[in-house]
C-alpha cells in the first residue's frame, strides 16, 4: 500500500507528511503487523525480555502519541521525545528535507515538543504496552541545560523503562558540549544524585554525537562505567558528511540521517564495544532499513537497534520486513539468539 501513495506523500512538505502520519497511527487507519514470535530474535535490554530488537528511534513519536500503536507495528521497543521541561515551536519552518537519491533525511527541529507537564499526562492516560523509553532534553532558552535534565528526570522517572539523556542532537546550541569530559562528569554526577534523593533505579542511557574525535571515545567509555549508565545510543544524527550527497538538500543545515549515516555509525559502535563489553549495552542507529543493515549492526556491538529514516522511505512494514530478514540470517548462520553474536564481527 505505502508503495503505491508514496509518491503522493512525497509531494507533501515532509513536516505535514509527518503529521498525517502521526494522525494515522492515532486513529488506527494503519493496520497492526503479527510479528513471527520467533526466539532467535528475542533479547533482554534493562532486566526485561522484548521480542524482537528493532525500535523506533526518538523524533518520529515526539509528543508521545502514538506509542502504542507503534508497538502494534511490531516495534519491539518505542522511544518518545525528545520532551524539554516547558513546551516549545523549535526553529523556524521549514526544518526538515528529503535527500531522495540518498536515502537520507536533514532536520533542524530544534526539540520542537508540547513540554513535560502535557507529556506526563498523557503517558498516565495510556500506559505503554511494552518497552518504553523517554527521551528528554534542555530548552532552548534555559538558564540551566542540567537542571531541566533533572526536571525531566523529576516527571518521567516513574513513566518509563528507561531515560535517554539527549545530549547530542547538532539543532540545540553548544548542547554537543556535554561531551566535554568534565561537562559530562558533572551531568551524570547530578544525575545519580538525583536518583538517590527520588529513589528510583531507572536506568540511565546517554545518546551521543557520531562527530566526536576518536581521543573522547575511552573518555565517554570511562564515564558510562563509572556512572553505570545502563545503555548508550550510538547515534544521533551527523551535521557533518555531505560532500558523498547528491541531493541538493546536502546544503540545508541540519543533522543528517539515513543510509549516508550507516558507515558512521557502524564504525563508532564497533570502537565503544571494544572498552563497553557488557558493562554497558549499546543500542545502535543509523542507516537500519534491512535486516542485512540491522545484523551489521549487531555484529559492531549493538544488542538492539533503532531506525527512523527508514520508515519514511519504506513506510510502517519496514519492521516486520526487517525482522523476517534477520531471522532468515540468523537460521543461515546457525545462530540461536542475535545475543549470540553481539561483537562477533570478523
Same mark, same amino acid.
Given at each position: ?188 554526577? #547530578? =544525575?545519580? $544524585?538525583?536518583? !538517590? *534523593? %527520588? +529513589?528510583?533505579? @531507572?536506568? /540511565? ?5 557520531? &562527530? ?55 564504525? #563508532? =559502535?564497533? $570502537?565503544?564495544? !571494544? *572498552? %563497553? +563489553?557488557?558493562? @554497558?549495552? /549499546? ?5 537500519? &532499513? ?57
Amino acid at each position: 500500500m505505502f508503495s503505491k501513495i508514496r509518491s503522493l506523500i512525497f509531494k507533501l512538505d515532509p513536516e505535514t507528511a509527518h503529521d498525517l502520519a502521526i494522525k494515522a497511527l492515532k486513529f488506527n487507519f494503519i493496520s497492526q503487523n503479527k510479528i513471527k514470535n520467533n526466539e532467535s530474535i528475542k533479547t533482554e535490554i534493562f532486566g526485561k525480555i522484548v521480542p524482537n530488537p528493532i525500535g523506533i528511534a526518538a523524533g518520529f513519536d515526539k509528543d508521545a502519541e502514538v506509542y502504542n500503536p507503534l508497538f502494534k507495528l511490531g516495534f519491539g521497543f518505542v522511544e518518545v521525545g525528545t520532551v524539554t521541561p516547558i513546551n516549545q515551536y523549535g526553529n523556524p519552518k521549514p526544518r526538515i528535507f528529503r535527500l531522495e537519491e540518498d536515502e537520507a533525511l536533514i532536520n533542524r527541529l530544534g526539540f520542537n515538543n508540547s513540554g513535560s507537564e502535557k507529556v506526563s499526562k498523557r503517558i498516565i492516560s495510556n500506559p505503554p504496552k511494552g518497552l518504553f523509553g523517554i527521551n528528554i532534553g534542555p530548552n532552548k532558552d534555559t538558564k540551566s541545560r542540567i537542571e531541566d535534565f533533572l526536571i525531566c528526570l523529576n516527571k518521567f522517572y516513574n513513566l518509563a523503562d528507561y531515560l535517554t539523556i539527549n545530549i547530542s542532537s547538532p539543532n540545540t546550541e553548544n548542547l554537543r558540549s556535554f561531551h566535554n569530559e568534565n561537562e559530562l562528569d558533572e551531568l551524570l554526577s #547530578l =544525575i545519580e $544524585k538525583e536518583k !538517590k *534523593i %527520588l +529513589k528510583t533505579s @531507572v536506568p /540511565i542511557v546517554v545518546k551521543i554525537s557520531p &562527530d566526536i574525535e576518536d581521543e573522547n571515545i575511552n573518555k565517554i567509555s570511562d564515564l558510562l562505567i563509572k556512572y553505570k549508565v545502563k545503555a548508550v545510543i550510538i547515534s544521533n544524527t551527523t551535521d557533518k558528511n555531505r560532500h558523498n550527497l547528491s541531493n541538493i538538500n546536502k546544503l540545508e543545515k541540519g543533522g543528517l540521517s539515513g543510509k549516508p549515516l550507516e558507515k558512521k555509525s557502524n564504525e #563508532l =559502535i564497533n $570502537k565503544f564495544y !571494544k *572498552i %563497553l +563489553k557488557d558493562e @554497558v549495552k /549499546i543500542i545502535g542507529v543509523g542507516g537500519v &532499513d534491512s535486516g542485512q543493515s540491522a545484523y551489521q549492526k549487531i555484529i559492531n556491538g549493538a544488542s538492539l537497534v533503532q531506525l527512523y529514516t527508514g520508515m519514511i522511505y519504506q513506510g510502517p512494514n519496514i519492521v516486520s520486513k526487517i525482522n523476517e530478514e534477520l531471522i532468515n540470517i540468523l537460521d543461515k548462520e546457525g545462530v540461536q539468539n542475535i545475543s549470540d553474536i553481539v561483537g562477533n564481527k570478523k
